[in-house]
């Protein structure tokens, strides 16, 4: 199976942490012979080093890509024109778009209030439908016939989600949002698709949450990083063109109770 990107320039949301699904997105992809360029928002990555994305950097360049990185809060509504100028400034126009990158905190119908609520929708919301058009606009005027979007989601149709209401309710619009764009997209090349990873081990997860949550993975492991990547990659490929406005729940048997 053939899914080189030689040639492709991708965009990555979210890349700020050595062990996150944005990092190995972007590790995944450059494999594949795509050139890098990703977003990290410092204050929200909680980054172990100010000098992980140049390494990060270097590490994509070593594999014969090209890579750029930029530091960007999402949350700035003029982020996606200034993301993707600063994308066709230092390595040409994209063709791929991951949005990896979100915001989650703890609520619960207690806690839930306004400012919670505005501060998922800014960067899961609102820079993931933002970025998803300008990204197809600048395509179609370039009279580019080949695009993929990839949104990443959560398990927010799968099961309740007790104490993230704010997550998932801006989860699931971007799950809607990808469907209809899919289907407006479709007649330019595009295809737009979801991926919820499912629980996966970032470096949230402590010893007893694993073991609490291993019992449940049917297949007998937690999620890494690398098996969203793995999924993305191929999304990203020509192997996937005839896959579009799809939620692939990606779980490893996952059993909710």
Not at 79 to 107: C, F
Not at 117 to 135: I, P
Not at 161 to 184: D, N
């Amino acid at each position: 199976m053939n899914l080189k990107l030689n040639g492709k320039i991708a965009l990555v949301t979210g890349a700020g942490r050595k062990k996150s699904i944005g990092t190995a997105i972007c590790r995944q992809l450059a494999g594949q012979g795509a050139d890098i360029f990703f977003t990290y928002w410092q204050d929200h990555d909680g980054m172990e080093s100010e000098k992980w994305p140049d390494r990060l950097c270097s590490e994509i360049q070593s594999l014969g890509v090209k890579c750029r990185h930029l530091e960007l809060d999402l949350a700035d509504p003029n982020a996606p024109d200034r993301l993707l100028d600063a994308v066709v400034e230092n390595l040409g126009l994209p063709s791929i778009l991951v949005n990896n990158a979100a915001h989650s905190t703890r609520d619960g119908f207690m806690a839930l209030d306004a400012k919670t609520l505005d501060d998922h929708y800014y960067v899961n919301v609102r820079a993931t439908c933002l970025l998803s058009v300008e990204f197809a606009r600048r395509l179609q005027q370039a009279k580019q016939n080949w695009g993929r979007i990839i949104n990443l989601i959560s398990g927010q149709g799968q099961g309740p989600m007790p104490g993230e209401l704010a997550y998932v309710a801006s989860k699931g619009a971007i799950e809607a949002f990808t469907l209809t764009l899919s289907a407006e997209l479709a007649p330019l090349g595009i295809t737009v698709n979801a991926v919820n990873p499912g629980p996966t081990d970032t470096g949230w997860m402590t010893e007893e949450i694993k073991e609490q949550l291993r019992p449940q993975f049917l297949m007998g492991r937690i999620g890494l990083p690398e098996d969203a990547a793995r999924l993305i990659g191929f999304l990203a490929s020509d192997q996937a063109g005839w896959i579009t406005g799809q939620t692939i729940h990606s779980e490893g048997g996952f059993l909710r109770k």
